[in-house]
Nanobody, 125 residues
Framework: QVQPVESGGGLVHAGDSLRLSCTAS????????VGWFRQAPGKEREFVAA????????SFAGSVKGRSTISRDRAENTVYLQMNNVRQEDTAVYYC??????????????????WGQGTQVTVSS
């Protein structure tokens, strides 16, 4: 069973850039849509970004759109979330998930099949 494994979190300063990685363990992401979600303390898990299984489409939450990119390296079996000009409100645990959501539902966490353990991102002022 393919399991996503996140890395790249840590402590950064507001205005910095950050790149999170999601690597496939036990298989390949080849046919999966990969999504990033985050959960801040006391808040519900929310969608951040997703990339379609064939890389033909991407989706972003309004809060990160324009300052984030999502990409896939098939040779490395890894999906990257690049966030620029990070803000304190980006502080959260970031989760990677894989599944087969339709285009209109890439932001629906319930459709994703497998989740990573998460990586903490803390943005200081």
């Amino acid at each position: 069973q393919v399991q996503p494994v996140e890395s790249g979190g840590g402590l950064v300063h507001a205005g910095d850039s950050l790149r999170l990685s999601c690597t496939a363990s036990g298989g390949t992401f080849k046919y999966y849509t990969v999504g990033w979600f985050r959960q801040a303390p006391g808040k519900e898990r929310e969608f951040v970004a997703a990339i379609r299984w064939d890389d033909a489409g991407t989706s972003f939450a309004g809060s990160v759109k324009g300052r984030s990119t999502i990409s896939r390296d098939r040779a490395e079996n890894t999906v990257y979330l690049q966030m620029n000009n990070v803000r304190q409100e980006d502080t959260a645990v970031y989760y990677c998930a894989i599944g087969f959501p339709p285009t209109s539902a890439r932001d629906n966490a319930n459709i994703y099949r497998s989740w990573g353990q998460g990586t903490q991102v803390t943005v200081s002022s």
